[in-house]
T-cell receptor, first 113, second 112 residues
């Protein structure tokens, strides 16, 4: 069975500092990995995705993630965060059979001025 | 704006009642997925439809049902509602099952 673990429930960081949100997955088959962001009172927006190819994936809003097969991780990073990055971030793995997404519990990124 | 619309935005009802949530996928998308987001369970997959046919089921209660119509819009029916059904219900759509999913803004259901 596939599963996703987000290792931090909350990450506080100061504005313009770098940040890393950690995600580990469990899967016995080929993986397709995603990071979504949810701003308050809004739906989920795709930040980036890994389907195949280069293990370093660049997404929107300056975010990037690195797929590490040996460590079964897909950590999200941004070199300099803004107040507007304050949101909930979800890591997800897509089921290879059905296409459904299996989400982690989410990480709240709190950017302080 | 993802192109996926959901109505209503908010729904307040009482225990034991039945409600219908509606989703219109992006133009051209054939797959519709329903997810439930609650504080205790997080984001959980409920059910998937592809071009009118049910393709996958997740942790969906027997009191819940869904369908996808010929015009590809989908409805999620929740009956005999309980307090624990209070949650945010998201619909997502994609062209095929292996394509990126685009999420709607959600319907917030409150059961009193």
């Amino acid at each position: 069975a596939q599963s996703v673990t987000q290792l931090d429930s909350q990450v506080p960081v100061f504005e313009e500092a770098p940040v890393e949100l950690r995600c580990n997955y469990s899967s016995s088959v080929s993986v397709y990995l995603f990071w979504y962001v949810q701003y308050p009172n809004q739906g989920l927006q795709l930040l980036l995705k890994y389907l195949s190819g280069s293990t370093l994936v660049k997404g929107i809003n300056g975010f990037e993630a690195e797929f590490n097969k040996s460590q079964t991780s897909f950590h999200l990073r941004k070199p300099s965060v803004h107040i507007s990055d304050t949101a909930e971030y979800f890591c997800a793995v897509r089921s290879s059979n059905t296409g459904k997404l299996i989400f982690g519990q989410g990480t709240t990124l709190q950017v302080k001025p | 704006d993802s192109g996926v619309t959901q109505t209503p935005k908010h729904l307040i009802t009482a225990t034991g009642q039945r409600v219908t949530l509606r989703c219109s996928p992006r133009s051209g998308d054939l797959s519709v997925y329903w997810y439930q987001q609650s504080l205790d369970q997080g984001l959980q997959f409920l059910i998937q439809y592809y071009n009118g046919e049910e393709r996958a089921k997740g942790n969906i209660l027997e009191r819940f049902s869904a369908q996808q119509f010929p015009d590809l819009h989908s409805e999620l029916n929740l009956s005999s509602l309980e307090l624990g059904d209070s949650a945010l219900y998201f619909c997502a759509s994609g062209l095929r099952r292996d394509n990126e999913q685009f999420f709607g803004p959600g319907t917030r259901l409150t059961v009193l």
